[in-house]
Each structure stands twice: as structure tokens, then as C-alpha cells.
């Protein structure tokens, strides 16, 4: 048996992938010796509640990577020259992620991409968009068997703390997307402020000239998007006004990330203020925010323009669609998993702090028009 007993969920990589990494495990450990025959296709489709499709992509990755090969009409065997493979690790990197869907699935393979092709396995530690989650993973990292992490923390602050034990403990490991600027840490960001003044140099460009925001939580992904924010305004002579700001002031706004049903209560209170276009800073507040302003008898974008940040994929879908702030997903992830590579290799630049911004792009969709084009 291949262990189905040991397969976890560790959210929504390739679903085949747990029976690759039991196999890659079975010959570390010399259960599976040279020339071994693998159970049959139906029977591993069986076991790991998978179909035989998905089955023949996890073999057919194998045999590409020399672990196995195949014979026709006889099935899969392990690879007799597999001891002389010196890419085949057992080696992890830990990857703490608040979700993975969207724009963070692109960073995951980004980051998988990288360290397969250096022969290291990938731990996904999915936190649920929970603080607490995460800090819980935090902890497990120092006890783990992972040799080093990548960590995409949450918004807010409180997980500052953790991150501090792990630099304290000299445990290897870089930030993604966002940075606490209290702590020396290597990291790998978006140019988050220059992503910020793309989206309002753009409103302005259309004409408008109350435009207001939802910042989100406090982090330093945000408080650089609302900077981006306010330096476009100042550049074009713009007064920046407190009021089209709308913090988050809910009583449980530390304990988990925005959502479109905080950006929608957001937008309903920046109505008030009657901006013309509203720049919300991640895709979820923006998709709340474009409901509560249908919801008011608006339309978009013929009443009032929306901007988002982050290039959800759902963003196409909304009606209308989406005007947005690309990262650049995968390329972060690469970056990421080559700065933790140079650690665990004692690489001699790993001993200097790693600061990537990496520049965002404006997509513009259908949810953006001059106010001077309304009628």
C-alpha cells in the first residue's frame, strides 16, 4: 500500500499531488527498492479517491523526473538508477499561506515550480485567512521537519510577534507580499505604493476628482497603496480629503482579513460622502463595494468608478468587470523560493537582507468612465 492513511489536505494544490509526494516518500525511505511495480492505475485512483486521468498526470511526472518508468501493457516501476539521483530529497520548505485560491495559488506555483526543479518538496500551511490559525503554524515551524519557510502573512499586526521568535531562533525564512518594518526580515513585495498611485493617477486621468478609498486593515501592504494614493492626488493638485477614507472600525477587524461583506458595510458609508469613484485596496473590498453601490440604485460605471488591487481571477467575472492592479503572483513566488534556497546552500549572499519590490501593472476593464461622460 502506497499509505493512504498518511494523505493530508493541505488546501487545493494539483489534487494528485499527495500520491506523488507518498511515492517520492516510499523510495526515500527504501520501501520502494529498483525495479518495484506500482499498484495499478485503478488501483491508486481507487485509494486516493482520485479518477485515472488525474492518476496517469502524477505517473507521467514521475517518469519525466526519472523516478519511475513505464513498459507497455505491464505498468510503473521504480527507476533502478533512483539511488544515483542526487535531486531526489526529502527536503521541505514550508509554505504559510493565508488562503490558496486567486492571486496566492499563482505565487504557490511560482514557488513550487522553483524548488522542484532544486529537488525540494513543498509543506503548504494553510491558515484560513485566520491570525490565529497562522500563528498556530508559526509555532509548528520550529518544531517541524521543514528546513526553511516562506510566509505570506495575514493583514495586521499580530503576528509580529512569531515572526520575531523565528528570526530570534535563526530559522530560515522570507516574507511575501507583505513586511513589518519594525523587523529585518528578507521579503519579496509588490512596489504596493506605486500600485496605489496607478490606480488613482488613473481615475484622475478620467476626470474625477473626489475619489474616495478603503484602505482595509493596518499593514504595510496597505498603509504603501494608501500613500500611492495620497502622493497621486498631491501630484495632480488634488486636496486630500479624511472623510473619503474609510478605515476599518469593526470590533473584529484583527481577526481575520477584509471581505467583500466588510467592503460592502465600507462603501455604504463612503456613499454618504458622494465621491465619484471609489478605490478599494484589494479585489474582495472592491467586489463588496461595487454591490453596495448597485444596491444603492448606482451604476458602474456610469455613477461612480471602482478600482481594485490584485488581479483576483473572479475580476473578469463581476459586472462590470473589474479595473485593477496586477501583481505580479508568480515571479514572487520564484524570487521567494530562490531566497530561501540561498539560505539552506549557505549561499554567501544569503547573509545579506533580501528587500525584492517587484512593479505592479493597471489593467483597466469595463468599471471605470469620466464623469464628464455620465449622460
Known amino acids: 500500500m502506497i499509505g493512504k492513511g498518511k494523505r493530508r489536505n493541505k488546501g487545493p494544490q494539483p489534487i494528485y499531488r499527495c500520491l506523488q509526494e507518498s511515492i517520492v516518500a516510499k523510495v526515500s525511505r527504501g520501501e520502494f527498492q529498483p525495479d518495484?511495480?506500482?499498484?495499478?492505475?485503478?488501483?491508486?485512483?481507487?485509494?486516493?479517491g482520485i479518477s485515472r486521468g488525474s492518476v496517469r498526470t502524477a505517473l507521467k511526472e514521475l517518469q519525466n523526473k526519472g523516478i519511475i518508468y513505464s513498459v507497455v501493457g505491464k505498468g510503473s516501476f521504480i527507476n533502478r538508477q533512483i539511488s544515483d539521483q542526487p535531486s531526489i530529497k526529502q527536503d521541505r520548505i514550508a509554505f504559510i499561506v493565508p488562503s490558496l485560491d486567486g492571486s496566492d495559488l499563482q505565487i504557490y506555483r511560482g514557488i513550487e515550480d522553483t524548488l522542484n526543479k532544486a529537488g525540494y518538496m513543498l509543506s503548504i500551511f494553510n491558515s484560513q485567512r485566520s491570525i490565529e490559525q497562522e500563528n498556530k503554524n508559526l509555532k509548528l515551524l520550529l518544531e517541524g521537519k521543514e528546513k526553511g519557510a516562506i510566509i505570506f502573512p495575514n493583514w495586521g499586526r499580530t503576528n509580529a510577534e512569531a515572526l520575531f521568535e523565528l528570526k530570534m531562533a535563526g530559522y530560515p525564512f522570507v516574507l511575501i507580499d507583505r513586511y513589518f518594518r519594525e523587523?529585518?526580515?528578507?521579503y519579496v513585495v509588490t512596489d504596493?505604493?506605486?500600485?496605489?498611485?496607478?490606480?488613482?493617477?488613473?481615475?484622475?486621468?478620467?476626470?474625477?476628482?473626489?475619489?474616495?478609498?478603503?484602505?482595509?486593515?493596518?499593514?504595510?501592504?496597505?498603509?504603501?497603496?494608501?500613500?500611492?494614493?495620497?502622493?497621486?492626488?498631491?501630484?495632480?493638485?488634488?486636496v486630500h480629503d479624511p472623510a473619503l477614507a474609510r478605515h476599518l472600525e469593526r470590533a473584529d477587524a484583527e481577526k481575520s482579513e477584509p471581505s467583500a461583506e466588510i467592503g460592502y458595510n465600507e462603501a455604504v458609508?463612503?456613499?454618504?460622502?458622494?465621491?465619484?469613484?471609489?478605490?478599494?485596496?484589494?479585489?474582495?473590498?472592491?467586489q463588496g463595494a461595487i454591490r453596495a453601490i448597485q444596491d444603492a440604485g448606482m451604476n458602474i460605471p456610469e455613477d461612480i468608478s471602482v478600482v481594485g488591487f490584485d488581479n483576483q481571477g473572479f475580476t473578469e467575472l463581476l459586472d462590470p468587470s473589474l479595473t485593477t492592479v496586477a501583481q505580479p503572483c508568480y515571479n514572487m513566488g520564484q524570487r521567494a523560493a530562490e531566497i530561501v534556497l540561498r539560505k539552506l546552500n549557505n549561499d554567501q549572499r544569503s547573509k545579506e537582507i533580501k528587500r525584492i519590490t517587484l512593479k505592479p501593472e493597471l489593467i483597466m476593464r469595463r468599471s471605470c468612465l469620466s464623469p464628464a461622460t455620465r449622460e
Open 183 to 186: 523587523l529585518e526580515t528578507d
Open 192 to 238: 504596493n505604493k506605486k500600485g496605489g498611485f496607478l490606480a488613482t493617477e488613473h481615475l484622475i486621468k478620467l476626470g474625477h476628482k473626489r475619489i474616495g478609498i478603503i484602505p482595509g486593515l493596518k499593514c504595510t501592504a496597505i498603509e504603501d497603496r494608501l500613500e500611492g494614493y495620497r502622493e497621486a492626488l498631491a501630484r495632480y493638485g488634488l
Open 269 to 286: 458609508n463612503l456613499l454618504k460622502e458622494r465621491p465619484t469613484a471609489i478605490f478599494a485596496t484589494n479585489d474582495f473590498l472592491a
Open 36 to 48: 518495484d511495480a506500482l499498484p495499478s492505475e485503478n488501483h491508486l485512483a481507487e485509494e486516493y
